[in-house]
Each structure stands twice: as structure tokens, then as C-alpha cells.
């Protein structure tokens, strides 16, 4: 078995993967960083949607080797020293969730569209959302949310 | 006055924190000492003798720790259906109940069927190990039509020749058609009730252990409901008595009814665990929660209206042929019957109302109880049928409503279909959805769309549902298996912060904070000294879970008058205290006091002196402070209310975009106005999802679900939906202690209806089927031309 080594949450982590290994059952098995989720097997739902060196990555798209060398941050690695990250916050904020299990994704999700598309209007922000399937919000408060942390990131 | 948490707050999720930092506790997020990983190997045939299975080869595979086939479940149980359909004068055929094995026995009814389970230490050895197991299948024709079941060739069961699982009527076919011999004009329409797969975003999964020196159980599952659970599970299938049994369904990621139900795999892996002597996970793949979970609605519907010439309605009568799927899921039959055509009258004075239901059986996924679970499909029949009739007649819709309505003097209301009207104002939120929409303006605003080259329409739904399900003699009754009373614990502990223990569960409904409020307003503890537990039935006395708005009405009732104890018991232990006659202790805001002195003691010193008894009123009471209420309901609570939607429609394409959408809702009395407008807009986007985007399709001849993954079932994203304005309206609940209706299926109910009511009136067609692709639009549009 391949040994795969990479950087998540700022640690660095270094294991035996089997070849097939995804990223998000590397995270999710071998680290137990069990806040990246598993909503579908067809790479539409974007519950497992981590950082790879900056940009937003659906997990499930990935073998953990082709992760080698990266940075991987996850909904874990967010909050600093117990403070929420601002778009975490604006999802509390405005009710942004519900079940919880769209979340993690969502919330990596909207970070990255705010970063690179710092002034988006609501359409953008709903086309941009589009990666990600929440049930529970019909994404108006997630909307909101994504607004909100326009103005706190 | 609310306080910041209290009755009427927008107070913020506790529950958030978790889930926003990766903290949620989901039940594939457990790992157990020692677990092997289960899989499943299912049906890629519809319908299909089973004339051997070979597992050698598969049992030779690396990791593999045990096969499991029906060979080997000898004397357990099937998966039971927990309602029969059982007053006579409903019944004009009775209903079929077939075995429903845990693993097929010798027949596959659907893709996604059970055949085998492979336990192995990863999954990814159970998956490969599965491959290699040979069934030798015989394939028959399958049955996938909902329409032509009944005269299909072949039959899901041999118990039920010709596909009819019952025949079932309601309301007084006489006089209904008396009706229609005197209307002046008679709305008829045909259609079909789309068939829907909830897609919670969480997979269901489970995870079973079993403790040898206690013979004990523990089963983690993703349930909407574990004492349901533990009852179907080990009164019907196991044969294991409820004491041995643990069910604890923890961090749950959406349920929308489809976690209600008990499941095959929650059986066989508690009972596989004790076999192999290891604990067991199991979770499903998303394509395996589409040929596995159950789905929702799908019915054919002939309905007809009858209306006198100024537009009084005179009768209303519908034929509905409803699809069970291949087995009858935990409340399968109870959903197209008493939960569909008891709401028939919808708010209106229909004075008489006939309805026939043929249930079929078919070789597609058992069909059962999704949001709003066959109020929907009430909702929509009543609410096309009357805005139709307007556009016939020529009477504006809202005006031939509001002259139909039940008038807010008339409750309580008995409608001619069982179901009493407790209290509503219709009058008052359609005022407050015409004020919000601005009715007045919408032709300016269709004028200013058409000169954009875009067909503008308007629609309204005004919905009632049935819920804070329910009175236990009337769940009885018409034939289900199981009361729906609900139970509540106020734990004080000796420094006075409270643990509250409910039987309802919360997968997204927020129940850790507003029954945290509830307590807090009620017994004056600060909101943060109060904790909620669910979903663990070694941890809550009893529960039915949550399901059909149920939550708030009934559980939290249930809590409410746990408080009322917990009252009535600290005013004895306080008039001790206080060398007073409990006659003259009033309590408030936390406060015992003597009346008309300035003598008092806190309710904290209250809880500490029934947990310190040093001075305590030994005599007449023992010691402790914890009190637990079962509720039962008097009655169902109706909530009801306006929906308006606007739509443009792109005549070129056929494309929809949803402009506006005013929902005007009756909850009754709420506790966090926050939490109810999430859950009126999740409601709405599902609703939205069914009329615009969502179909499940069968291929009529192989019986494959054709959009059984991501990539072809249309799941509603943020680009589809729009802003929702939401406001509220209230007549209190008039039979329960809170006031409260219930919320979580009002927008699921509502927005059929009034979206398609829209996209007709926009394209000036009125037959056009959900879900309204712009395909189909395009088509209706030029149909018309």
C-alpha cells in the first residue's frame, strides 16, 4: 500500500492508504475528522467539500494519494482559538441550517465563493451554491448567510 | 413580554455549534471497538423468481466474516406494517397484507430488493466479496405502472392476483352525486401526483452491538423515532422483548418521514451482531437510498368539482388510484386514506365530499409517508380543482374562495369527512397574502413582464393540513397498530438546572432550543440551565417521535404539563418551607410566593431542599423533584393559510422563474418565530421541488428507477428557488394547553398548488402535469396555440 502524507488542519499526517482510498474516507476513516459528510455517490451533493490548498474540492472526487504534499483544511480546522469563522457565524446567525449534515460542505462551499467572488450579487451567490444540495433551508437563510460573511471575511 | 429566550424569541440554535464545526454526532460518524462493516447485495431486477444463491466463492474472499441470506433467518419475523385498514363502512375490498421478508425469500418485488448481507472488516472486502456472490435469478414481467396495476398481467404477490392492495371510500357517494345532478357547472380534472424520493441529505445508516453479559442490544439508526423502532423491531421481527433492546437514533440529518419507517437493515444487523459476535455498521449509498428508502406520493387522481351558478361549492368527489410499491411500508396504507381524503374539504363548506381510493401494489419501492404525507396530495386536488373552476366560471379566484370558506365564527367545523375544525381565520390571512403580493398590482406587473416578452402569472393555494398527529383512539380506530401520545420528563437536578427528557426527536427541527425556551418561559430557570435529551430510549421513559407536526403540539404539551406538575409539587414543598398552606403559594417567574406577603422562595431552592430533604415535608411527599406526562390529544390541530407564488414564464423556452412568494401560515401560537419561517421555507422548497423538478421514474417495462441517482432525479438547488416572504396569522389551537398547530409541513402542503396554479396562469393552459419541466411547459404552451 501506498503511503500518502499531507497537511490537514495545519497537522501533518502521514499513513498507508489502499490505492482506491478516497480523500473524504481518508479524512472521515483514517482521521476520524468525521465533520466532512458523505450525502451522495455521484459527486453532486458537496457534504464533503474540503480546502485543498485554498480551493474548495469536493472530496469524494479525489483519491487520498492525489492529496500527496497538499494542504487540506475542513470544517474542523476553521474556528481559531474557540472563535467561529466569520461565514460560520452568519450561518448561525440567519438560521442558515437545520439538519446539520449539508453544512460542513456548504459552509467550505461559501467560503470559497466569497473569496473569489468578493462582490457577487444573490444570483451569483444561488449559481454559485449550485455544487451544494441542502433539504432542510430551502437556501434562503443560507443566502443570507453568504451576505452576511460578504461583509465580516 | 417574551424575554430574549423565551415564548416568542428568536433565539439561536444551541444545536449549531456542533453542526458548524464538525462536531455533529451522525450515526456513520461512530466508530466501535472491534466493528466489522455490513453490505448489502440488492435486486438489479425488478421483479424475479430467486432459484438458487451461491455464496461459496464470495465466503472465501479476503476479510470476509460472515454471508447472510433468508436461508439463514429462519424463524425470525418480517418487516410489519403498522396499519390495517379496518372500518367497514370505508372498506369495499379489504386490505392484502403479504409477508414482507427481511432478506427476499425465493422472489425479488424491486431493484433495491435485499438478497444477501456481507459482513467483512472494511467495506470495501464486503463490496468485493458481494460481487462474487451468484444468484440465479428467474426474471419475470415487472408491474411498474401506477395507472395499470390492476389489470397488469403479472402479480407482486400471489395473495393479491389482480395488484389491489385494498379498495377503500370515505364520505356519502349519494349525496355527493345528488350534488352534481344540481351543479350549474362542474370542474373535472385528471392527473397525475408525482412520485417523489425524500433525499434526506443524510444516507440512512445503522450500526447494531451486542453486549453477551447483559444480552443487550444497542441499535444506533438514523430514525425519526427509536421507541417506534424498538417496538416494530423486537415485537414483530426479532422477538426480542423491549427491555434487552436499545435504540438510540443521535444526530439525524433530515428525515421529511422518510426515517419514520422501521427498515430491513436496522433488524438484520441487530440481529447479525449477536451471530458474528462483533459490533456491525452499515450505511447506505446515496443510489442505494433511492432504490431503498421509501418514497412518496404517487397517485393517479380523477377529481371533480360541483358549484352552483353564483359559485357555492356544491360537492366535491375524486378517484384516486394509489401506488404502495412492492410492500406495505410501517404506515403505507394509512397515508392515501385517512391522511389524504379526510382533507378533502380543505377550507371550504363543501357540503358533501366522496372519495374512492384503489390501492396497488407494483414492483417499485414501498411508498409511505414523505412531508406532509398525503395532505399534499389532498391539497393539490382541492386547490387546482377550485382555481380551475374560477377560470371556468370567470370569477376571480380569490373571490370564489373567499366565498366558499369556512367563516372564523363557524368552529368548531365539522366537515362531511370525519375531521372537526378546531379553529382557524381564513379570512384573515388571505387578507394579509393579498397585502403582501400586492393583488391589486399584478396586472401592471403582468403588463410590465409581457413587454419583457414574458408570460407573468399569479396562483394561490389555500391549504389545511391535519397534524399534531394524534388522538390515539382515533390513530386506533381507523387502524393503526400504535397509539401517538407523547411523553415529557422536567428533571430538576439538586442545584437547579433541568434536564428535560422528550419523546419526540429532532433531526433538524431545533427542539434542543425551543422546548428550551418552553421550559425557561414556563418554571423561570434560566434558558441555559435547561438541556434537552432525545433519541435514546435508555435515556427517555417513552416516545412516538417526530413526525406529522407533531413535535411542538403534542410533545410539547406533553412537557408543558410535566411543568404543571413539577408546579403543583414545588407549591407543596414551598408552603413547607415557608410554614404556609400550599392554598395561598402562587408561583411566577420562578418564584414561590405567599400572596400578599413579600415571603418567597426560588423554584432553585425549591429543587434543592426536594433533593436535600432535611426540612421537607416527609409526610406527604417523597422526596425528589422529576415529573413525567404522557399527552394525548383531544383532537388533530389545522393548521392553514395563504400561499400566493408569481412566475414568469420564457415562451421560448418554457423555463420558469419563480419572481415572488408570499406564505401567510396559521401555526397557532410559536415558540421561536426563526426556527418556523426555516422550516415554512425548507417546506416550500420541496413543495416547489415537486411541482417544478422532482419526478421518480419508472421504466414501465424493466421496472429500473430511471432517476435513481443526483445526475437524473432533479434535487431543487439555490439557482431554483427564490426569496421567500413569510408572515403569520394566528388563532390559537383551541383543545391544547400551548396554543400550538404545528409547522413542519405546511410549506410542502402549500406549494404544489399554488406554484402550478402560477405556471397555468401564466401559459393560459390548465392541464399540465408535475413536476412542470420546461419541457413540459413548452409543449403546453403550443398545445394551446
Known sequence: MPTVSMTVNGKAVSHEVEERTLLVQYLRETLRLTGTHVGCDTSQCGACVVHVDGDSMKSCTMLAVQAEGCDITTIEGLAKDGQLHPMQQAFMDNHGLQCGFCTPGMVMSAIDLVKKNPGADEAKIRAELEGNICRCTGYHNIVKAVQQAQKTM | ?785
Open chain 2, 1 to 785: 413580554m417574551a424575554s430574549e429566550t423565551g415564548l416568542g424569541a428568536r433565539v439561536p440554535r444551541r444545536e449549531d455549534l456542533r453542526f458548524l464545526t464538525g462536531k455533529g454526532n451522525y450515526v456513520d460518524d461512530l466508530n466501535r471497538p472491534g466493528q466489522a462493516h455490513a453490505y448489502i447485495l440488492r435486486s438489479p431486477h425488478a421483479h424475479a423468481t430467486i432459484n438458487a444463491i451461491n455464496t461459496d466463492a464470495a465466503a472465501g474472499k479476503p476479510g470476509v466474516v460472515a454471508i447472510f441470506t433468508s436461508a439463514d433467518l429462519e424463524g425470525l419475523g418480517g418487516i410489519p406494517c403498522g396499519f390495517g385498514i379496518k372500518i367497514e363502512e370505508h372498506i369495499k375490498r379489504p386490505q392484502i397484507t403479504p409477508p414482507h421478508p427481511i432478506l427476499a425469500a425465493g422472489k425479488v418485488r424491486h431493484v433495491g430488493d435485499p438478497v444477501a448481507m456481507v459482513v467483512a472488516e472494511t467495506l470495501a472486502q464486503a463490496k468485493d466479496a458481494a460481487e462474487a456472490i451468484d444468484v440465479d435469478y428467474g426474471e419475470l414481467p415487472a408491474v411498474a405502472s401506477t395507472a395499470k396495476a390492476a389489470s397488469a398481467s403479472s402479480a407482486v404477490h400471489d395473495e393479491a392476483p389482480d395488484n389491489v392492495c385494498f379498495h377503500w371510500q370515505i364520505g356519502d357517494e349519494a349525496a355527493t352525486n345528488d350534488a352534481f345532478s344540481k351543479a350549474a357547472h362542474v370542474t373535472t380534472l385528471e392527473f397525475v401526483n408525482n412520485r417523489l424520493v425524500p433525499n434526506a441529505m443524510e444516507p440512512r445508516a445503522a450500526c447494531a452491538e451486542y453486549e453477551p453479559a447483559t444480552d443487550q442490544y444497542t441499535l444506533y439508526t438514523t430514525s425519526q423515532n427509536p421507541h417506534v423502532i424498538r417496538l416494530l423491531m423486537g415485537a414483530f421481527v426479532l422477538a426480542l422483548p423491549e427491555h434487552k433492546i436499545r435504540v438510540v437514533a443521535p444526530d439525524v440529518g433530515g428525515g421529511f418521514g422518510s426515517k419514520i419507517f422501521h427498515y430491513a437493515e436496522e433488524a438484520l444487523l441487530t440481529w447479525a451482531c449477536k451471530q458474528v459476535g462483533r459490533p456491525i455498521r452499515w450505511a447506505a449509498e446515496r443510489s442505494e437510498s433511492f432504490i431503498t428508502d421509501a418514497h412518496g406520493r404517487d397517485h393517479v387522481v380523477k377529481a371533480e368539482l360541483a358549484l352552483d351558478a353564483e359559485g357555492n361549492f356544491l360537492g366535491l368527489r375524486a378517484n384516486t388510484v394509489a401506488n404502495l410499491g412492492a410492500y406495505l411500508s410501517t404506515f403505507g396504507p394509512m397515508v392515501p386514506t385517512y391522511l389524504y381524503a379526510l382533507l378533502f374539504a380543505g377550507q371550504y363548506k363543501t357540503p358533501a365530499i366522496y372519495g374512492d381510493v384503489l390501492a396497488v401494489f407494483t414492483n417499485t419501492v414501498p411508498v409511505d409517508a414523505y412531508r406532509g404525507a398525503g395532505r399534499p396530495e389532498a391539497c393539490y386536488l382541492v386547490e387546482r380543482l377550485v382555481e380551475v373552476a374560477a377560470r371556468e366560471m370567470k370569477i376571480d379566484p380569490v373571490e370564489l374562495r373567499r366565498k366558499n370558506y369556512i367563516q372564523p365564527d363557524e368552529f368548531p367545523y365539522q366537515t362531511p369527512v370525519i375531521v372537526n375544525y378546531d379553529s382557524g381565520n381564513y379570512q384573515a390571512s388571505t387578507d394579509r397574502a393579498l397585502e403582501m403580493i400586492d393583488y391589486a398590482g399584478f396586472a401592471a406587473r403582468r403588463s410590465a413582464s409581457e413587454a419583457k416578452g414574458k408570460k407573468r402569472g399569479i396562483g394561490f393555494c389555500s391549504y389545511i393540513e391535519a397534524c399534531g398527529v394524534a388522538p390515539s383512539a382515533v390513530a386506533g380506530a381507523i387502524g393503526a397498530g400504535a397509539g401517538l401520545f407523547e411523553a415529557g420528563t422536567i428533571r430538576f437536578n439538586p442545584t437547579g438546572s433541568i434536564t428535560v427528557l422528550t419523546g419526540t426527536h429532532s433531526h433538524g427541527q431545533g427542539h434542543e432550543t425551543t422546548f428550551a425556551q418552553l421550559v425557561s418561559d414556563k418554571l423561570g430557570v434560566p434558558y441555559d440551565q435547561i438541556d434537552i435529551v432525545h433519541g435514546d430510549t435508555a435515556r427517555i421513559p417513552f416516545g412516538m417521535g417526530t413526525y406529522g407536526s407533531r413535535s411542538a403540539a403534542v410533545g410539547g404539551v406533553a412537557i408543558d404539563k410535566a411543568m404543571d406538575k413539577i408546579i403543583a409539587k414545588g407549591r407543596r414543598i414551598a408552603a413547607h418551607l415557608m410554614e404556609a398552606s400550599a392554598d395561598d403559594v402562587e408561583f411566577k417567574q420562578g418564584v414561590f410566593n405567599v400572596a400578599g406577603t413579600d415571603k418567597q422562595v426560588t423554584i432553585g431552592e425549591v429543587a434543592f431542599a426536594a433533593y436535600v430533604p432535611h426540612n421537607y415535608p416527609h409526610e406527604e411527599l417523597e422526596p425528589g423533584l422529576e415529573e413525567t406526562a404522557y399527552y394525548d390529544p383531544a383532537n388533530f390541530t389545522f393548521p392553514a393559510g395563504m400561499h400566493i407564488a408569481e412566475v414568469e414564464v420564457d415562451p421560448d423556452t418554457g423555463m420558469v422563474k419563480i419572481v415572488d412568494w408570499v406564505a401567510v401560515d396559521d401555526f397557532g401560537n410559536v415558540i421561536n418565530p426563526m426556527i418556523v419561517e426555516g422550516q415554512v421555507h425548507g417546506g416550500i422548497a420541496q413543495g416547489v421541488g415537486q411541482a417544478m423538478l422532482e419526478g421518480a421514474v419508472y421504466d414501465e417495462n424493466s421496472g429500473q428507477l430511471v432517476t435513481g441517482s443526483y445526475m437524473d432525479y432533479c434535487m431543487p438547488r439555490a439557482d431554483d428557488l427564490p426569496n421567500y416572504r413569510v408572515d403569520a396569522t394566528t388563532t390559537a389551537c383551541a383543545h391544547n394547553s400551548l396554543g400550538i398547530k404545528g409547522c413542519g409541513e405546511a410549506g410542502a402542503i402549500a406549494a404544489p398548488g399554488a406554484l402550478m396554479n402560477a405556471i397555468t396562469d401564466a401559459i393560459g393552459v390548465n392541464d399540465l402535469e408535475m413536476p412542470a419541466t420546461p419541457e413540459r411547459v413548452w409543449r403546453a404552451m403550443n398545445r394551446a396555440a
